[in-house]
């Protein structure tokens, strides 16, 4: 059995690398890889579970960071945005205007590349589905739309 | 952040989920048992909950179990709404889990959390109250296997210290036609103002219901009036809803009068659907 009492040393695997870092068991996975160890690409929206601004994968799964504690995810592979450099999504999203402040881009990002990862033939409806997770209050969501249908050919065309 | 300290437990049998709790719980750390955690995060966060400490269920492998066994369809507790819909053991629970929240809280929330959880919808639990699953349960005393009618009364009645493993359907439900009607507010990623989940087996409709009321429940005296099949649909409808064992809400979503039209709507369109008759 696992057990954490007060401030535990854990091990987290991410973006490929392992990192030793000593925890509260009642830090949220966005607060320690915001705060601990300085990935600060996914950002506190909510910290409600609704807004996705803190989006991360776990084992390529899209979780809200927020909803999670950093003691429940060791033994997994957590890859954050930082991990998703020169990627075909972060162009799309650049070239077609995918964002305008830019604070739950990180999210949608993180969120996107999953889904185009995961089912590279997505259709709308499944990627409306998808991306219902996040929150954007400035684009109106079109530019975000345009940026996914080009990533997704992008990919295709690799 | 969470703003107090707690410990965090992650067993790997039954056995040790069990007297960890009876441990915790005589230092009296009030310890929860822990799934998915989304909604023990955020009360946490908001200091609606306090709990010492924490026992994640989900390195139990009876907790993970989905799979189809002797006949029955086997999930357990900790599987994540996500996982429960994409291997779609049964099309009926995958499609009322579906809608349950968004994508990405769906890949962490977990049955046992949607079930047992604080939230007052409930809404997995609908398709299972509605066929003969057995809930199995465990705690200090031991493992119980109870039908899901005695097990849940507009909430799972677990006793101190007991915890939701798995739910068993029996295979053959899977093939019963089903009706699913759950209506929103604002857009599909909102609480349900009503969801209605009901099967048709041997002719007669078993119905449950959750964002009607307080509290989700299965009601036999609705059922009976519904299966009055000599009477008009409308009539049986408006009888039904006359026994509903709780009161219909009125809340920021929606009034009683809207929530009861909505309602009516539903239920007549269950009737067109499952009986194939002309609204």
Not at chain 2, 40 to 54: E, F, N, Y
Not at chain 2, 120 to 131: F, G, M
């Amino acid at each position: 059995m696992i057990e954490y009492k007060e401030f535990a040393q854990i091990e987290l695997n991410v973006n490929g690398e392992k990192r030793k870092l000593i925890v509260r068991p009642a830090d949220t996975l966005l607060r320690v890889l915001r705060e601990k160890l300085g990935l600060t690409g996914g950002k506190p929206g909510c910290e409600n579970g609704d807004c996705g601004a803190c989006t991360v994968l776990v084992n390529g799964k899209p979780i809200k960071s927020c909803i999670a504690l950093a003691v429940e995810v060791t033994g997994q592979e957590i890859t954050t945005i930082e991990g998703l450099s020169n990627t075909e999504i972060q162009d799309a999203f650049i070239e077609e205007g995918g964002f305008q402040c830019g604070y739950c881009t990180p999210g949608f990002l993180v969120n996107a590349y999953a889904l185009l990862n995961e089912h590279p033939d997505a259709d709308e409806e499944l990627s409306k589905e998808w991306l219902q997770s996040n929150l954007c209050r400035c684009t109106g969501y079109e530019g975000i739309e345009k940026s996914i249908k080009s990533a997704q050919e992008k990919i295709k065309n690799r | 952040m969470i703003p107090f300290d707690f410990q965090y437990y992650r067993p790997d049998t039954i056995e040790e989920a069990t007297m960890t709790f009876k441990d915790l719980d005589a230092k009296k750390l009030s310890p929860i048992y822990y799934g998915g955690g989304t909604e023990i995060i955020t009360q946490a966060r908001k200091q609606v909950l306090s709990t010492g400490a924490v026992i994640d269920i989900k390195n139990i492998s009876e907790c993970k179990m989905h799979e189809e066994s002797d006949g029955l369809l086997i999930f357990g507790a900790a599987l994540t709404l996500t996982e429960i819909i994409e291997k779609n053991l049964f099309p009926f629970f995958s499609k009322v889990c579906r809608p349950i929240a968004d994508h990405t809280v769906r890949n962490k929330l977990t049955l046992g959390g949607n079930i047992c959880g604080k939230l007052p919808y409930r809404e997995a639990i609908l398709p299972l109250l509605v066929v003969d699953s057995k809930v199995v349960l465990a705690g200090p005393e031991g493992i119980r296997e109870v039908p899901i009618t005695k097990a849940f009364d507009k909430r799972l009645l677990l006793k101190k210290g007991e915890f939701f493993v798995q739910i068993k359907v029996p295979k053959d439900v899977v093939s019963l036609p089903y009706f699913n009607r759950r209506r929103e507010k604002h857009t599909s990623v909102d609480y349900p103002i009503i969801n209605i989940a009901a099967v048709k087996s041997e002719s007669k409709f078993k119905m449950a219901f959750s964002g009607v009321s307080a509290l989700p429940f299965r009601s036999q005296e609705v059922e009976d009036f519904i299966n009055k099949k000599e009477l008009p649909p409308e009539e049986r409808v408006s009888n039904a809803i006359n026994k509903l064992p709780l009161p219909i809400k009125r809340d920021q979503w929606a009034s009683s009068e809207y929530r009861k039209a909505l309602l009516e709507k539903s239920m007549n369109e269950m009737i067109a659907d499952l009986e194939g008759v002309s609204l």
